[in-house]
């Protein structure tokens, strides 16, 4: 057969397709919208940004990051949720995605159980303890200063309600003590803080730590995970230095409006998955001790997302976190 009588059989055969089955077929082709619901810079916006050429070479199609910060995320989610669900606009997010709805209530925005179809869970962030030079030498005597003079000591947070925030209030109740928490717009300013000896300890993740680590302007105490980060090998884990269970996680995960048609879900979970396990992507993660979840599905993305709702609720509405 040749290649012109080829080409004409199957143009045939593709105008012969319904509209919506010949749109999935050809998906991508036009470029793709991927929402970040935080400010440029920040965490999610990095690993959103290291991603996204890397989609764009696979699909075919460019993959564009806006930001759309605001309201704990509230936003950009609600963005993407109300959006056509035909596979153009996505969602890049974060944990505090799974806390917003126990945070707002109501006000949230959109339909957090119904609104979204999973697309891939893509990594995972260990959180970790750290305090300034002139403090606490080991994460037992941090507990020890949080126990026996209670309130007098504070820990600062990118904002309330988030998971740096409910990772130190966890800390604080686990020990058994008391500290006041500092909301700050930006993990950044309460850093800074830090540093200056105004807090007693932060939590936060190593890839944002790591120059103040080295800089010898912070020290790290202990690590909120199951087992030690190789980055990381003479620094204890919670469990391992006080005795009970700790494992924190931040992480990223992406998201489609609720009814994008299954075929262009499963391509964009390819996708990921795909990049994920390009070696200078791993490598890049490593670096930051990101750990990338290799294969997520459709599925078990949305599980994910549901299980963490599950989980932050009671501990959100216990701590008394309001939106600011």
Known sequence: MSLTRRTALAGLAAATLPGSAFAQANYPDKPIRMIIAFAAGGPTDIVGRMLAPRLSEILGQQVVVENKPGATGNIGTAMVADAKPDGYTILFSASTMAMAPALYGKLVGYDPMNGFDGIAYVASVPLIVV?????????????????????????????????????GYLFVEKVGGEALHVPY?????????????????????????????????????????DKRLPQLPDVPTVQEALGFPFSINTWYAAYAPKGTPRPIVDKLNAAFNKVLKEPEVKKWADDRAIELIQDSTPASAKKFYDDQMTFWDPIIKQSGAKPE
Request: aromatic share 6%; glycine share 16%.
């Open 185 to 225: 717009r930006g993990s950044a300013p309460g850093m800074v803080d830090l540093i200056a000896g105004r807090h007693a300890f932060q939590m936060d993740t190593l890839g944002t730590s790591k120059g103040f680590i080295e800089g010898g302007k912070v020290r790290v105490l202990a690590v909120a995970a």
């Open 131 to 167: 305090v300034p030079m002139d403090g606490a030498k080991s994460i037992g005597e941090l507990a020890d200063m949080l126990k026996k003079e209670k309130g007098k000591y504070s820990y600062p947070s990118s904002g309330n309600g988030g998971m740096i925030h409910l990772a």
